[in-house]
């Protein structure tokens, strides 16, 4: 038995699903932002107090220490930047690849952009890491691959295959009656893509773009994993270097939490709000 | 299983593609081992955070406004901190003040070993996203329905359990398949606490085989078989799941 159509609009099993909804954001409100901060300073205080009276306090440390960990932070959003960069650059290239109107190429871009988004973003940076030489000669000029260099292209891989996705994604959301248009008035194929469609796939690309660059910054901390002195290897250093008591583990990680958090968090309230001003439905 | 050993073996002889976990059953039994315990911690993880992630979409649509903040900080500090930050906070930083026993030889026992937070910090970070999925997935069943519920006599638990999720989750699935396929490559960070998992075992392999090159296609193809096959499932739970007239 089928419901008569008006009836099953006014009677839905469920309704449209959006991932995003736009009003009930999850955001810290001005409530759960001070528990956040006062169990925060409360935490920071137990573990102080723990560490007794001879040994400079908790805060103290990581005041102390605060400059050389910050200027790891600082690198690691570098490496994210370059990684951003040369991923968008080439994943704009890998998108156009699969939209492209040659078979062989549409599929080369696909197997390379499943593979790339498939695998575990440790497991690209090892492969980069370790299949890269350090340096390479062309016509005797040396080229040398800091560690840094290679963390960065290894991070590159996995934004360049998910840009490709989100490009893809953006232009086949324009409606088709775009590509009719142009072709009505005369342009060519790379024509319509350059000045018609990606103009307008940049609205729509904006918000997920920023979503993986917010992932990007998260995932810079892995290549402490393979020794780049980044804010985490600094961090465990700097713990060795107040001779590694146990009890300041938590406050040295829980600050390169805050860093992150406060880098991100905003970039993801920004995000969020830029949807919801796209939003074109 | 012999002719597969054997031809492996011709193959590292006759080109220098050494594979050696195909033929050397010392390797073959740490790859095997690592597969397991990624398999133990994808399998627990998901289903730990699926749990939180239900019980946390829940709270929010609770009336306690406390609770309702709590999960909402859960979710914005889990979302916006780096996964392996978090894993090391929960083991360095909690799995060091936890009480610890002491073996007979005097070594120090914790209460929770080094899988154990990896599953406890991998399964908070994915229940955060899996909230936030759940969330969306419940704003979709419409008022008329709960309303209904209720007439019926319906505790707003049960009506959860019996009405809300079920729905919820036949229209949030693909978002869902995405996260924890996410979460499936995240396990690879247990890697960076000495968790014994696949990249770990071959790691291993390849710094004593020095046969790099290899390992990593072998490593590549498993995680590359671990999504397939983890999509397929959730493709073929999302088919028998499907609502008779209701498609997008």
Redesign the interface.
């Known amino acids: 038995m089928?419901?008569p159509p008006d009836l099953?609009d006014r009677?839905?099993?469920?309704?449209?699903?959006?991932?995003?909804?736009s009003k009930?954001q999850?955001?810290?409100?001005a409530?759960?932002g001070a528990?956040?901060c006062v169990s925060l300073v409360l935490f920071a205080a137990t573990a102080s107090a723990q560490a007794g009276r001879v040994v400079p306090s908790t805060l103290q440390v990581i005041a102390k220490w605060a400059p050389l960990l910050l200027t790891g932070f600082a690198f690691n959003i570098l490496i994210s930047a370059f990684a951003m960069l040369l991923g968008t650059i080439t994943g704009l290239g890998l998108g156009l690849g699969l939209l492209s109107e040659l078979r062989p190429i549409r599929q080369v871009s696909w197997a390379l952009t499943q593979?790339f988004r498939?695998?575990?973003?440790?497991?690209l940076l090892?492969?980069v890491m370790?299949?890269v030489p350090f340096q390479i000669t062309i016509f005797n000029v040396r080229i040398p691959f800091p560690d840094w260099v290679k963390a960065t292209v290894g991070f590159a891989l996995p934004v360049m295959a998910n840009v490709a996705e989100v490009v893809r994604g953006a232009v086949k959301s324009l409606p088709s009656t775009q590509w009719e248009a142009a072709e009505a008035l005369a342009f060519t194929r790379r024509q319509t893509m350059w000045r018609i469609i990606l103009p307008q796939c940049i609205k729509r690309m904006l918000p997920p773009w920023m979503n993986i660059y917010?992932l990007v910054?998260?995932?810079?901390?892995?290549a402490?994993?393979v020794g780049v002195s980044e804010m985490?290897t600094l961090t465990a250093q700097v713990h060795a270097a107040e001779g590694g008591r146990?009890?300041l583990?938590?406050?040295?990680?829980?600050f390169?939490?805050l860093c992150?958090?406060l880098y991100?968090?905003p970039i993801?309230l920004w995000t969020a709000q830029l949807e919801r001003r796209f939003q074109t439905r | 299983m012999d002719a597969i050993s054997g031809w492996f073996q011709r193959l590292y002889e006759s080109t220098g593609f050494n594979f050696s976990i195909f033929y050397d059953s010392y390797d073959w039994n740490r790859y095997v081992s690592g597969l397991k315990m990624t398999l133990i911690l994808s399998v627990t993880t998901i289903l730990i955070s699926l749990v939180l992630g239900a019980a946390g979409a829940l709270i929010q649509s609770g009336p306690s406004r406390l609770l309702r903040?709590?999960v909402?900080?859960f979710?914005?500090?889990f979302?916006?901190?780096?996964?392996?930050?978090?894993l090391?906070?929960f083991y360095?930083?909690?799995g060091?003040?936890l009480p610890a026993t002491e073996t007979a030889t005097g070594m120090r026992e914790p209460l929770l070993n080094n899988v154990g937070w990896a599953i406890i910090s991998l399964s908070l970070f994915a229940a955060a996203f899996n909230v936030?999925?759940f969330?969306?997935?419940i704003?979709?069943?419409?008022k008329?329905t709960i309303e209904a519920a209720e007439a019926l006599g319906y505790t707003r638990f049960k009506a959860y359990c019996h009405i809300v999720l079920p729905?919820a989750i036949?229209?949030?699935l693909p978002?869902l398949n995405n996260n924890l396929?996410n979460l499936l490559?995240?396990?690879?960070?247990a890697?960076?606490i000495a968790v014994p998992e696949t990249?770990y075992a071959l790691?291993q392999i390849w710094s004593e085989s020095q046969n790099?090159?290899e390992m990593?296609i072998v490593?590549?193809a498993t995680?590359?078989i671990l999504?397939?096959v983890l999509v397929w499932l959730m493709h073929r739970w999302e088919r028998a799941m499907h609502?008779p007239?209701?498609s997008?």
């Open positions: 089928t419901m099953r009677l839905p099993v469920l309704l449209p699903f959006r991932l995003c909804r009930t999850h955001r810290l409100g409530g759960s528990l956040l593979i498939n695998a575990p973003w440790l497991v090892f492969f370790f299949l917010s910054t998260m995932s810079t901390v892995l402490s994993i985490l146990p009890e583990f938590a406050p040295l990680y829980g390169a939490l992150f958090f991100c968090y993801n | 903040s709590l909402n900080a979710v914005v500090v979302r916006n901190t780096p996964p392996l930050v978090q090391f906070f360095f930083g909690l060091t003040m936030e999925i969330r969306s997935g704003e979709a069943v419409p008329t729905l036949r229209v949030c978002a396929v490559k995240t396990t690879t960070l890697y960076a990249l790691k790099v090159l990593m490593l590549l995680y590359g999504v397939g609502i007239g209701y997008r």
